[in-house]
């Protein structure tokens, strides 16, 4: 297991020298580096698993953390606002990790075609675990990375290894959870579909029948399960994804804090302000003042380091 993490840390350093993010060639494949730990920050995990070779990452879902490290994966079927913040990095050891989308149309094919059986239709939990790292899903990962050498390679061989990854996971100890998310009518399927509505709508007022009417379920039965799933209330969610629509738009755009709001369905500027506060820790302006700063810096290191 050494060996083959060691060997898979190698892989991933040789494409993240110059990024700390890096999108590949191949479809829904990321990988990332880090020199030091960061500071907490909110962001959204898609259904995904994510590995590590070498630090540790913690992640906050509501009030449940999970952290994971070279022998433990996070696995996420659906869509969950998160607080990330990488806890183990050094310039000796840096943070070396990698995430690879979850196709759930594949994984669906994949159970038919292996004959696993569906996961109860009442079963429900929590929208993302840790799973156990085992040598053959790393060394899938090994070849599916070592095809950026051989790009003409990609489209034929991809597909197939990536096949090959979901299989691994699907007859794993977080199997079951895949199985839920890729089941048509299964509770998190139907709770995915919510959400994916709510992604797209969320400036609107948010009326949970019509949620729920989404999901096929009863109001209080859709309540219920969207909780176990997001670790949070709809109208959390909901939240969340307009307070980090407004927060991309003052930085990125360059919007006031007021337009901001409106455009994302706030009435009020003063409870926009507020809520901000409480999910960021500091009001609108100070917090894009800040996060400016950090990226200034962050450019001045990233100068200094290629000049050395």
């Known amino acids: 297991m050494e060996n083959a993490l060691e060997a898979l840390g190698d892989r991933i350093a040789k494409w993240t020298r110059?990024?700390?993010?890096?999108?590949?060639?191949?479809?829904?494949?990321?990988?990332?580096?880090?020199?030091?730990?960061?500071?907490?920050?909110s962001g959204m995990y898609e259904p995904s698993i994510c590995?590590?070779?070498?630090?540790?990452?913690?992640?906050?879902?509501?009030?449940?953390?999970?952290?994971?490290?070279?022998?433990?994966?996070?696995?996420?079927?659906?869509?969950?606002?998160?607080?990330?913040?990488?806890?183990?990095?050094?310039?000796?050891?840096?943070?070396?990790?990698?995430?690879l989308?979850?196709?759930?149309?594949?994984?669906?094919?994949?159970?038919?075609?292996?004959?696993?059986p569906p996961p109860h239709p009442q079963q429900s939990s929590r929208g993302m675990a840790i799973?156990?790292?085992?040598?053959?899903?790393?060394?899938?990962?090994?070849?599916?990375?070592?095809?950026?050498?051989?790009?003409?390679?990609?489209?034929?061989?991809?597909?197939i290894i990536q096949r090959e990854i979901f299989y691994r996971l699907l007859v794993g100890d977080q199997g079951v959870r895949l199985r839920q998310m890729s089941s048509a009518g299964s509770q998190s399927q139907q709770i995915a579909r919510a959400i994916e509505w709510l992604k797209g709508?969320?400036?609107?007022?948010?009326?949970?029948?019509?949620?729920?009417?989404?999901?096929?379920?009863?109001?209080?039965?859709f309540h219920h399960h969207f909780r176990i799933l997001t670790a949070m209330s709809p109208l959390q969610y909901q939240k969340w994804l307009r307070l980090n629509e407004a927060r991309r738009?003052?930085?990125?755009?360059?919007?006031?804090?007021t337009?901001?709001?409106f455009q994302v369905g706030y009435e009020s500027p003063s409870q926009f302000s507020r809520?901000?506060?409480?999910?960021?820790?500091?009001?609108?302006?100070?917090?894009?003042?800040?996060?400016?700063?950090?990226?200034?810096?962050?450019?001045?290191?990233d100068m200094t380091a290629q000049t050395e």
Do not use: C, W
């Open 259 to 261: 337009t901001a709001a």
């Open 201 to 221: 709508n969320f400036a609107q007022p948010l009326r949970i029948d019509d949620l729920a009417m989404q999901a096929n379920m009863s109001a209080s039965t």
């Open 51 to 99: 590995l590590i070779a070498q630090g540790a990452k913690r992640v906050l879902l509501g009030d449940d953390m999970y952290v994971y490290d070279d022998r433990h994966f996070l696995i996420t079927s659906v869509d969950l606002p998160t607080v990330v913040q990488i806890i183990k990095a050094s310039g000796e050891k840096p943070f070396l990790g990698l995430l």
């Open 131 to 159: 799973g156990d790292v085992t040598p053959p899903l790393i060394n899938a990962f090994q070849r599916l990375i070592d095809l950026l050498d051989e790009p003409k390679d990609i489209p034929i061989l991809a597909p």
């Open 18 to 41: 110059k990024d700390e993010r890096y999108l590949t060639a191949i479809p829904n494949l990321m990988l990332s580096r880090r020199n030091e730990p960061t500071q907490p920050t």
């Open 249 to 257: 738009m003052m930085l990125i755009e360059h919007a006031d804090a």
């Open 101 to 116: 989308k979850l196709d759930r149309r594949e994984i669906s094919q994949l159970m038919m075609d292996s004959s696993l």
């Open 275 to 301: 809520e901000y506060s409480r999910l960021f820790g500091t009001p609108p302006l100070r917090d894009i003042m800040n996060l400016r700063q950090m990226n200034v810096e962050e450019k001045s290191q």
